[in-house]
């Protein structure tokens, strides 16, 4: 079973392509410089020794300093052009999967836990690819050493690998210890994140209870578990280093007094005996190897992160193409489980097309999932959904996206300008249209009190919730289809506005079919049916006036109202 961490990794590195090659080489470049230059020192020496000439092997010492000096700004150059990148195309990847995967994405992970993971996870995973070329020369240094050294003498490389299993225990010691923390510290993080959004999402209910100083406790809860996880991956990284500065000298020791014995007895100089010293310092360069492998590490944990999400299955979409058909809705025996209950349970419901269902129901009912369920923006456990006889799944996306259109309660308004954000969608509609819908969504005299009308950027576009309301109703209204919801979309309107609005959206005549999450009596008596969901099940289903003759019923719409006074 393939890593789905070391597949996106690998992709990423497949990604940076020719630069992260072209970096890998630059760096191994400089690696095999940086052995050369005690070989050239070394003889420089002995000739000076001597009294022989050695302008020459100056000059190779100069330019092998000079070479260096290039490739290292050259490298470091490209590594954060790879870095830069590898973060995009990650960032890319995964915010397309998070925009596949729609609501589910945030009931998963949390909004504030997948803002940290795009932000910060991909940052750090989109260094792995130059992480990954700077290892690969880091290692080529110390395997260069031991063989340099053998070339010297064979005994001085014998030496060195007596030592060199210590070093191997330290460095694996130390990538598994670095992973295990390094984890740890990001999982705080998105604990963090993720209550720094909700509390940024509730701010105003948080300022008008007055409960500032126990969000704010809330939220920095983790903040002592994140402090110990950060303390404890110093504390690795700095045993690790520690370490590498205890068994890298003695092992230096050890190849240095068996040149000088080697010396002695003449079968190496002293230019050699210079070039050894340095050969056993590259060779011992744990110090080097432990930040590459820390860098790594870091990478390869933040993009385990990141394959969380791209590994969270997004919904399959089929190619039936939906056939001609006014909008009825059918969901049959559908059952959705939240927080391990079930919020409906084998609901039926048929809905003629062109016509209009209220669902009403006290908070926690299943109102807005039932409204998911039947636009697709979530699947139920079990059961189906269909449209004009077609189960949902087996729509493909754009269709399917095309026949539903929705209106929430706090829309997310996207777009430049406020003409953009109600012509978003699949489809452009024409200025006319815009301007229609606006209209009809009672959105128009708001549109007309900005400075440039329409072209007016949203930036500078002030508004209160009633009016984002009415601009997310006539993007809806901009974009029709076979089924309009209205997911509580009327709440923040003032009862004139909501009245004149429900007249246009409930007029007789040929229309999409509209289900509408319905808060007041109002909005429920102009709706063909009603649907009452209680106990996860439909209770009743009748017009208006019908189940108004039900005491409960009625009770119903006075906590209904208490609930939105609440909000």
């Known amino acids: 079973m393939t890593d789905p961490a070391h597949d996106l990794s690998r992709t990423a590195l497949r990604h940076a392509g020719v630069r992260c090659a072209v970096l890998c080489v630059l760096s191994t470049t400089g690696t095999a410089a940086g052995l050369l230059l005690p070989a050239v020192l070394g003889r420089?020496?002995?000739?000076?020794?001597?009294?022989?000439?050695?302008?020459?092997?100056?000059?190779?010492?100069?330019a092998l300093v000079l070479l260096l000096a290039l490739l290292d700004?050259?490298?470091?150059?490209?590594?954060?052009?790879?870095?830069?990148?590898?973060?995009?195309?990650?960032?890319?990847?995964?915010?397309?999967?998070?925009?596949?995967?729609?609501?589910?994405?945030?009931?998963?992970?949390?909004?504030?836990?997948?803002?940290?993971?795009?932000?910060?996870n991909a940052a750090q995973a989109g260094t792995g690819p130059a992480a990954f070329a700077a290892l690969l020369a880091a290692c080529a240094g110390p395997l260069g050493g031991v063989v340099a050294l053998g070339v010297v003498d064979p005994w001085l490389a014998a030496v060195f690998l007596a030592g060199a299993p210590v070093l191997a225990v330290l460095l694996r010691a130390f990538t598994r210890d670095t992973s295990a923390c390094v984890a740890e510290y990001q999982r705080e993080q998105g604990r963090i994140a993720s209550a720094l959004a909700e509390a940024v999402d509730g701010r105003r209910t948080i300022a008008a209870a007055g409960l500032q100083d126990r969000e704010t406790a809330r939220v920095l809860r983790p903040l002592p578990a994140l402090g110990r996880a950060g303390h404890r991956m110093?504390?690795?990284?700095?045993?690790?280093?520690?370490?590498?500065?205890?068994?890298?000298?003695?092992?230096?020791?050890?190849?240095?007094?068996?040149?000088?014995?080697?010396?002695?007895?003449?079968?190496?100089?002293?230019?050699?005996v210079l070039a050894a010293s340095r050969y056993?310092?590259?060779?011992?360069?744990?110090?080097?190897?432990?930040?590459?492998?820390?860098?790594?590490?870091?990478?390869?944990?933040?993009?385990?992160?990141?394959?969380?999400?791209?590994?969270?299955?997004?919904?399959?979409?089929?190619?039936?193409?939906?056939?001609?058909?006014?909008?009825?809705?059918?969901?049959?025996?559908?059952?959705?489980?939240?927080?391990?209950?079930?919020?409906?349970?084998?609901?039926?419901?048929?809905?003629?097309?062109?016509?209009?269902?209220?669902?009403?129901?006290r908070s926690g009912t299943g109102k807005s999932l039932l409204a998911a369920?039947?636009?697709?923006?979530?699947?139920?456990?079990?059961?189906?959904?269909?449209?004009?006889?077609?189960?949902?799944?087996?729509?493909?996306?754009?269709?399917?996206?095309?026949?539903?259109?929705?209106?929430?309660?706090?829309?997310?308004?996207?777009?430049?300008?406020?003409e953009d954000t109600i012509a978003f969608g699949l489809t452009t509609p024409s200025p006319a249209e815009v301007r229609s819908a606006a209209r009809r969504a009672r959105?128009?005299?708001?549109?007309?009190?900005?400075?440039?009308?329409?072209?007016?950027?949203?930036?500078?576009?002030?508004?209160?919730?009633?009016?984002?309301?009415?601009?997310?109703?006539?993007?809806?209204?901009?974009?029709?289809?076979r089924l309009l919801i209205l997911d509580d979309a009327l709440s923040s309107l003032d009862t004139v506005t909501e009245h004149h609005i429900t007249e246009s959206l409930l007029a007789p005549g040929p229309g999409p079919t509209?289900?509408?999450?319905?808060?007041?009596?109002?909005?429920?008596?102009?709706?063909?049916?009603?649907?009452?969901?209680?106990?996860g099940r439909v209770r009743a289903l009748g017009t208006h006036a019908e189940l108004w003759r039900d005491p409960e019923y009625r009770a119903l719409f006075g906590t209904l109202v208490a609930e939105e006074a609440a909000r």
């Open 514 to 535: 509209r289900l509408i999450v319905a808060h007041r009596a109002a909005t429920a008596s102009r709706a063909d049916t009603v649907a009452w969901l209680d106990g």
């Open 73 to 120: 700004a050259g490298a470091s150059v490209l590594a954060g052009t790879v870095d830069a990148r590898a973060t995009a195309w990650l960032r890319g990847r995964v915010t397309a999967h998070v925009l596949a995967l729609g609501p589910r994405a945030v009931t998963r992970f949390g909004a504030g836990d997948l803002v940290a993971r795009l932000v910060g």
């Open 443 to 481: 959105a128009d005299a708001y549109i007309r009190r900005l400075p440039d009308g329409g072209a007016t950027r949203l930036t500078d576009s002030p508004r209160s919730g009633g009016e984002a309301q009415r601009l997310g109703l006539a993007r809806a209204f901009a974009h029709p289809g």
């Open 373 to 418: 369920l039947t636009g697709r923006l979530a699947d139920p456990d079990a059961g189906e959904v269909l449209l004009d006889g077609v189960p949902l799944p087996a729509l493909p996306h754009d269709e399917l996206r095309r026949a539903v259109t929705y209106a929430f309660a706090r829309p997310a308004l996207l777009g430049t300008t406020v």
């Open 234 to 272: 110093w504390r690795v990284q700095g045993r690790a280093a520690a370490q590498a500065v205890t068994v890298g000298p003695l092992l230096q020791l050890a190849v240095v007094a068996v040149a000088g014995f080697l010396l002695s007895r003449h079968r190496i100089s002293v230019g050699e």
């Open 280 to 361: 056993a310092v590259l060779a011992t360069g744990v110090g080097v190897l432990v930040g590459q492998l820390a860098a790594l590490t870091r990478a390869r944990t933040s993009a385990r992160r990141l394959a969380e999400v791209t590994a969270y299955p997004a919904p399959a979409h089929g190619t039936r193409p939906l056939p001609p058909g006014p909008g009825r809705l059918e969901l049959r025996g559908v059952t959705a489980h939240r927080g391990g209950r079930a919020v409906l349970d084998g609901v039926d419901l048929t809905v003629p097309g062109g016509t209009v269902l209220a669902l009403v129901g």
């Open 44 to 62: 420089t020496l002995d000739l000076l020794l001597a009294g022989a000439p050695a302008a020459g092997w100056v000059a190779r010492a100069a």
